[in-house]
């Protein structure tokens, strides 16, 4: 796979979640084996972006490249200029955002909200792609298949794309209408591969390695994007590339192999947010990894009542090692419940 001037190990990647795919779950998908992480969309509002929240989602502290950054927002100079600041901090790829559907962002025209308004969307389009330009830096463009189901033109918008110099295209195969309700379709991933030169990727409802092979498969896409499914098991991404490349299962990871990723992820995650903020926001991931598993509801609401740094990580290593007397690997399978994130 190739990015602009940039080669990617696999076809296998982590689709962005805002509140999820922050700099410590990227760099633990990506020890997981995903080729590809691209950041939580970073706001194109120039006032937001020395708040923690902003700065925190700009973090590339040792994160191996090419990094990635999302960006999102309703006016063409801002998000031109929202790129410049996020390649002038270590961006290498500038991905802009059309297909976020949360209320909090489509209520102000930004995410799949631009899908409606096909001038401005390809205003910003244009203006980002100038903007990387002079910097060598690739553009890509994720979005959905339209707005409703009466106002599919996911095809039309990706030709444009493509004629104004976005370097590759991701299609969530639902509308914004939708959100994650019913069922992905991948005719119009299809549609737009079919007309497009440059790689086009197939996210939505990807769980597991055959739907990864099938999906590939009938959409002639060049890669996929996991996004819900690694929740809690990133191992995801190593099962679904030894899978299409041998067509056998890898073994699961073994219980201990995934105590220590957790417990090194929930480091990771501690020195991002600190103390306060990293217990509470850090309590989804842990649940995210029990989901499940023996014991799992009462571990959660015990789980939900720790405060501290030092008690959280004792009581998450305390119910792994009880885990390890039961069972040796993990589950073949882990239940993957439609969760509200935005991917």
Request: aromatic share 8%; proline share 5%.
């Amino acid at each position: 796979m190739q990015i602009g001037s940039y080669s990617l190990p696999n076809n296998v990647w982590v689709a962005p979640m805002a509140g999820v795919t922050d700099r410590p779950f990227r760099q633990l998908c990506r020890a997981f084996g995903a080729g590809y992480a691209v950041s939580e969309m970073v706001t194109s509002r120039k006032d937001l972006w020395h708040s923690l929240k902003t700065s925190r989602r700009a973090n590339h502290d040792g994160e191996p490249g090419p990094i990635a950054v999302q960006i999102a927002g309703t006016d063409a100079a801002m998000m031109a200029e929202a790129a410049v600041y996020n390649m002038d901090r270590g961006a290498q790829i500038i991905d802009i955002n059309m297909g976020c559907p949360a209320k909090k962002v489509c209520n102000k025209w930004a995410g799949s909200a631009l899908m409606q308004d096909e001038p401005l969307a390809l205003s910003i389009i244009d203006a980002v792609v100038q903007a990387c330009a002079p910097y060598g830096v690739p553009v890509t463009l994720k979005m959905r298949t339209g707005w409703s189901a009466a106002h599919k033109n996911a095809l039309a918008l990706a030709v444009a794309a493509e004629s104004m110099g976005v370097q590759m295209l991701t299609v969530h195969g639902r509308t914004r209408e939708q959100g994650y309700k019913g069922f992905a379709e991948y005719d119009t991933v299809a549609a737009v591969k079919a007309a497009l030169r440059i790689p086009v990727v197939a996210n939505g409802d990807i769980t597991t390695p055959e739907q990864a092979r099938d999906v590939l498969a009938y959409t002639g896409a060049d890669a996929v994007m996991i996004g819900r499914a690694a929740q809690g098991r990133p191992w995801i991404f190593r099962e679904t590339t030894h899978f299409l490349a041998t067509g056998a299962h890898l073994a699961p990871p073994l219980v201990g192999e995934v105590r220590r990723a957790l417990l090194a992820h929930l480091e990771d995650h501690y020195s991002l947010y600190g103390a306060f903020t990293g217990v509470r926001s850090a309590r989804k991931h842990i649940g995210w990894y029990v989901r499940g598993l023996p014991g799992a509801e009462v571990f959660r609401d015990r789980m939900n009542t720790l405060d501290d740094v030092a008690t959280q990580l004792r009581a998450v290593a305390d119910y792994w090692e009880g885990l390890a007397d039961t069972m040796d690997r993990m589950p073949v399978a882990m239940p993957n419940p439609v969760l509200e994130t935005m991917e």
